[in-house]
């Protein structure tokens, strides 16, 4: 390998080893197969055997942002998830292999090997190549004698070839267990989410789990962070073997059910973007996980640090005993509940809490509790067709006629107008 090519990694910051560099010229010689290092960021920094690739000859090689670029950044990052060689088409109808490269558990980029030809050269190759990459008619001798000296191989030949590349890197790195573990863990989900297809198939009856997910709703609202996150995962569960094993389906069932928890936050209206800013980070990295143990463990996370975010918007204060109850009350309110329960369940004076939790609150202990009570109830008014008798129970009134004297006193209107409302309006 050239002194030039080495001092140009590193001043790079890359800190590619000369035993990799001298690896991959190697193969690109015997194999006479041109070689390209791309970075992360979709950016040219190597090449061996340059004279023999079609591809310098298109405006767009070389540009991060364009079409090529794109596709060969999206090969690079299926590469890295597969932990093995992706072969594929280009945009040219040509070949080529993609072999991620990690350094220190992180992706810094892949090399990339081809183009070359699987089977036959055919004309459309050709004509799709000169078409797509607006390639100048000046250059067409130049491409001729490029595509000449492409190498033609069959498949078979071509699986031996990426797999001889994948050793390359593979003996030249210090980490090549990651990429064995990146390769057991996604064959592992390929086949976890085939079992799960057939389970589907068999069960094709099974219903949302509705109940789970309003149990995680209410842990959420209460400020419960660890019943949240245990309760999330069984639901997760649920929604795995619902959606077959489909990822995607389940990342979109998460996103629904946060930005609704999201929405209902008692300061949502005053902060807005400071919620959107700090969890989108959050949702990202949700985004990012390919395997199902990995999206359960960060939408857990996820819904579990909002749960913190509800009691932290419910209570700002410095008493460890309000905030204690607020976080009891918003875990029981649909329960009989009463300011002795929960001055019992803290272990202090009746009396001591009421004063306590009213200075704190700037509420009462029972005003509190019936804000919360109401909310569940005009949640249940506008989504369902519960009767007044099943939603008062429901949300921890005594009675429906309680529930409704209540109801106009702080609303202002009936249980059944606001329902009709509601309706109306929607």
């Not at 040219?92 to 220190?104: N, Q, T």
């Not at 390929?190 to 198939?201: G, P, V």
């Not at 902060?271 to 959050?282: A, R």
Request: proline content about 2%.
């Amino acid at each position: 390998m050239s002194q030039n090519k080495s001092q140009t990694l590193k001043h790079a910051g890359l800190q590619l080893s000369d035993y990799l560099m001298e690896s991959i010229e190697s193969f690109s010689i015997l194999m006479q197969i041109p070689v390209t290092f791309v970075d992360a960021a979709g950016n040219i920094r190597l090449e061996w055997g340059n004279d023999s690739k079609i591809c310098s000859f298109a405006d767009q090689y070389g540009v991060p942002a364009s079409d090529c670029g794109r596709n060969l950044l999206s090969s690079i990052d299926y590469a890295s998830k597969l932990g093995e060689p992706y072969i594929f088409v280009c945009r040219g109808g040509l070949v080529k292999i993609a072999v991620a490269l990690y350094i220190s558990g992180k992706l810094i980029g892949g090399f990339l090997a081809g183009p070359i030809v699987m089977g036959a050269l055919r004309e459309s190759n050709i004509t799709k190549l000169i078409k797509e990459d607006s390639i100048s008619t000046s250059d067409f001798p130049k491409l001729n004698f490029a595509l000449n000296k492409i190498k033609v191989y069959s498949p078979k030949e071509v699986s031996y070839i990426s797999l001889m590349l994948n050793n390359c890197i593979l003996s030249s790195v210090d980490n090549a267990s990651d990429y064995f573990l990146k390769s057991e863990r996604y064959e592992k989900q390929s086949r976890l989410s085939s079992e799960l297809r057939n389970y589907k198939k068999i069960h094709k009856d099974m219903s949302y789990p509705q109940e789970l997910e309003d149990q995680v709703s209410q842990l959420v609202r209460s400020g419960d962070s660890k019943g949240a996150s245990e309760a999330a995962s069984g639901l997760l569960d649920e929604l795995y073997l619902l959606e077959a094993g489909d990822l995607n389906a389940v990342k979109m069932r998460v996103y629904s059910l946060f930005n609704l928890l999201l929405r209902g936050l008692p300061d949502w209206d005053q902060f807005p973007l400071e919620y959107i800013e700090t969890e989108s980070g959050d949702l990202e990295f949700l985004t990012d996980q390919m395997d199902y143990e990995g999206m359960k463990h960060q939408a857990c996370s996820i819904l579990g640090n909002l749960a913190m975010r509800y009691a932290d918007s419910f209570y700002h204060g410095s008493s460890k005993i309000v905030e204690g109850t607020v976080k009891y009350i918003n875990k029981n309110f649909k329960e009989k509940l009463t300011l002795r329960d929960s001055a019992d369940h803290f272990h202090v004076n009746q009396s001591y809490l009421s004063a306590l939790f009213k200075q704190e609150m700037g509420k009462s202990f029972t005003e509190y509790l019936t804000m919360l009570r109401l909310q569940e109830a005009k949640k249940l008014l506008r989504k369902t067709n519960l009767n007044l008798t099943n939603i008062a129970y429901q949300c921890g009134f005594e009675d429906q006629s309680y529930f409704s004297k209540v109801f106009r006193k702080v609303e202002g209107i009936t249980p059944s107008q606001y329902r009709n409302q509601r309706r109306t309006s929607s």
